[in-house]
T-cell receptor
C-alpha cells in the first residue's frame, strides 16, 4: 500500500451539483496530483499542487479547482457537474513536483453523475 | 497527438506463458521519464518501474523485465511465467522535463491470465 488515502470511495451526484473529493498524501511527500480516469481510458492529468500552490494544470475547465493544506492533504472541487464528469478520480502524491518523481496513487473515488 | 501509445487493448494468455506488453512514446525532450503501473480491479495504480531517458539498461525484477529502446521510442514490459495474479490493466506513462509535472498515460493493456 502507498499510504495515499482518498475519500469518499464512491459518490453519486446529479447534474449541476458540486462535489469535493479529498486526498491525504504519503508521509514525507509535499506534492499532490489529481487525475480523471474515464471508463476504459488512461488517467488524464487535472492539476498538481506543490507546497500549497497550483503547480501545473491539464486541459480541464475552471470548474475543476483544488486546494492543498499545510499538512499537504488536498481537495478537488468540481462545480456544475456534467454527465461526462462520471469517472474514477485518482490522487497521487510524490516527494516533490518534478518530472523525475514517481507518483504514488491512492485507491480513487468513483463519481457517478446522473 | 497521443504521447504514449499502447496498441494492445486486451491480451489473454494461459498461466505460465510469457507475455510482452508494448509501449511506444513520443517526445521532443532529451530528458524524460517512463513508468509502468499496474491497475487491478480495485482501481489503485501500483507503481512498477521508472526509467530515465539516459539509462537504456534493461531491467529485470523477478518475473518482470523491461526493454527500453530509444531508437524505436519503445519501453516494453515482459512478464515471464505469468500467473493469475498478474491479471490487471497495465499502463505506461511518460513525464517530460519541459512539461514538468504531468504524467501522460497510455490507454492501457488489459491482461487476463487464464488458469
Amino acid at each position: 500500500e502507498t499510504g495515499v488515502t482518498q475519500s469518499p470511495t464512491h459518490l453519486i451526484k446529479t447534474r449541476g451539483q458540486q462535489v469535493t473529493l479529498r486526498c491525504s498524501s504519503q508521509s514525507g511527500h509535499n506534492t499532490v496530483s489529481w487525475y480523471q480516469q474515464a471508463l476504459g481510458q488512461g488517467p488524464q492529468f487535472i492539476f498538481q499542487y506543490y507546497r500549497e500552490e497550483e503547480n501545473g494544470r491539464g486541459n480541464f475547465p475552471p470548474r475543476f479547482s483544488g486546494l492543498q493544506f499545510p499538512n499537504y492533504s488536498s481537495e478537488l472541487n468540481v462545480n456544475a457537474l456534467e454527465l461526462d464528469d462520471s469517472a474514477l478520480y485518482l490522487c497521487a502524491s510524490s516527494r516533490t513536483g518534478g518530472p523525475q518523481e514517481t507518483q504514488y496513487f491512492g485507491p480513487g473515488t468513483r463519481l457517478l453523475v446522473l | 497527438a497521443q504521447k504514449v501509445t499502447q496498441a494492445q487493448t486486451e491480451i489473454s494468455v494461459v498461466e505460465k506463458e510469457d507475455v510482452t506488453l508494448d509501449c511506444v512514446y513520443e517526445t521532443r525532450d532529451t530528458t524524460y521519464y517512463l513508468f509502468w503501473y499496474k491497475q487491478p480491479p480495485s482501481g489503485e495504480l501500483v507503481f512498477l518501474i521508472r526509467r530515465n531517458s539516459f539509462d537504456e539498461q534493461n531491467e529485470i525484477s523477478g518475473r518482470y523485465s523491461w526493454n527500453f529502446q530509444k531508437s524505436t521510442s519503445s519501453f516494453n514490459f515482459t512478464i515471464t511465467a505469468s500467473q493469475v495474479v498478474d491479471s490487471a490493466v497495465y499502463f505506461c506513462a511518460l513525464s517530460e522535463a519541459s512539461t514538468g509535472n504531468q504524467f501522460y498515460f497510455g490507454t492501457g493493456t488489459s491482461l487476463t491470465v487464464i488458469p
